[in-house]
Structure formats: structure tokens, C-alpha cells
């Protein structure tokens, strides 16, 4: 399946996650920048509240859209141990990545949020969603830090994912919603024939 761009991803996976609906205690939360485009179809459709957790992927050297890890708003940081022992990538370099990335974290931060951190999420029901999975770092990093939140339910909500993301992260979380989970992944943007890259502008509009 090809989705027309991120919204129509985001009209039929809130069609699959319609049993939440008006629920006063469910949030939706984005993974900028493209997730969000997502969740906000989904958060519109259930009418429920959209925020966003800030995660940013710590980049192969020499290759920044493989993931060897990422790092949360919280500062919680994950790590694809089999990529970093099997090409031996050095710790010099994650710390530095990592530190990198968090100050991009601080930059999104003020300009979403107005500086404020992540919203109160206890006792919540947290619909954590992006636009596909590949590797699954940034997903699992943002999984991490909201396990530290106290939540009611977390819910993983995808339009696409890798089986082996699919396998890794389902066992982890109260509910696992994905439309396709293809054989062959290469990456994220092949199942979208509009696969724009969205702009800090549009979050913010989106978040209003």
C-alpha cells in the first residue's frame, strides 16, 4: 500500500483506533516532524488532545539516516548495540552525536513547546505515533522515556513498519497498531508517493 502523503496515513490508522475516541484521558503524541502530520489527523479524528515528544536519531558515522541510536527530550538515550559492536562505532562518537542532538532538543523545545517540557502524562492513555518505522531507534528511545511516565496504556500507532521493528517493539508496549508491515523495507518514504519533508512551521501550526 502507498499513502497519498502523511495525512491520508494518518485518516485510516485513526479509522483502527476509533474505540478511543472521545475518551477524556487519551493523548496522541507525534514524533517531529514527520509523525506529527500523522498524529494530528489521528488526534483530530478521535478529538483528543495532540502534543509531541522531541526524539532525534544519533546517525551512522558517514551515513546519518542509519540509526544507531537515539536520544529523548527526557534524556534518555538508546542504543542499536548489534550496529555499534558489529562496525565498532566509537564512544567518542556517540557522546558527541548524542550531545549534538540534544542541543537541536533544546532548539525544538523553545520553538514548539515555548521552552516547556513534556506535558503531565500520568494515568494517561498515550497514542505514541509516527509516520513508519525502519530501525526502530526512535521509537524505542521515546518508548523508554515514557515508561518513566506512569501511564495507563501506551499504544504504538503506525502506518507502516519492518517486521523486525514490528517483532522488537510489540512485546514492549499495551497495544501495537500498524497498517503494513511489509517483507521488503527499505526505508520509510517508499510507501508514501509524497513524502515532503515537514517544516518547523507546520509543527507549530499544527500543535495550535
Excluded at 54 to 72: H, M, Q, T, W
Excluded at 111 to 140: N, Q, S
Aim: hydrophobic fraction near 45%; include cysteine.
Amino acid at each position: 500500500m502507498i499513502y497519498r502523503d502523511r495525512k491520508e496515513a494518518g485518516q485510516r490508522l485513526a479509522e483502527k483506533l476509533s474505540h478511543y475516541r472521545d475518551k477524556a484521558d487519551v493523548i496522541v503524541l507525534g514524533l517531529p516532524r514527520g509523525g506529527v502530520t500523522v498524529a494530528h489527523e489521528i488526534a483530530r479524528a478521535l478529538r483528543c488532545p495532540l502534543d509531541i515528544l522531541i526524539v532525534r536519531k544519533i546517525g551512522f558515522p558517514g551515513n546519518r539516516e542509519l540509526a544507531v541510536g537515539a536520544v529523548s527530550e527526557t534524556g534518555t538515550v538508546v542504543l542499536n548495540e548489534e550496529i555499534v559492536s558489529g562496525y565498532g562505532v566509537s564512544r567518542e562518537y556517540l557522546d558527541g552525536e548524542a550531545a549534538r542532538q540534544k542541543e537541536e532538543i533544546a532548539r525544538r523545545i523553545a520553538l514548539y513547546r515555548g521552552g516547556t517540557g513534556v506535558p503531565p502524562l500520568a494515568g494517561k492513555t498515550v497514542i505514541l505515533v509516527d509516520d513508519g518505522i525502519a530501525t526502530g531507534a526512535t521509537v524505542k528511545a521515546a518508548i523508554s522515556t515514557l515508561k518513566q511516565e506512569k501511564l495507563a496504556k501506551l499504544v504504538v500507532a503506525m502506518p507502516v513498519a519492518s517486521q523486525e521493528a514490528e517483532r522488537e517493539i510489540t512485546p514492549t508496549v499495551d497495544e501495537w497498531v500498524c497498517l503494513q508491515t511489509p517483507a521488503w523495507f527499505g526505508a520509510v518514504g517508499q510507501f508514501y508517493a509524497d513524502f515532503t519533508q515537514v517544516e518547523d512551521e507546520e509543527v507549530v501550526a499544527m500543535l495550535k
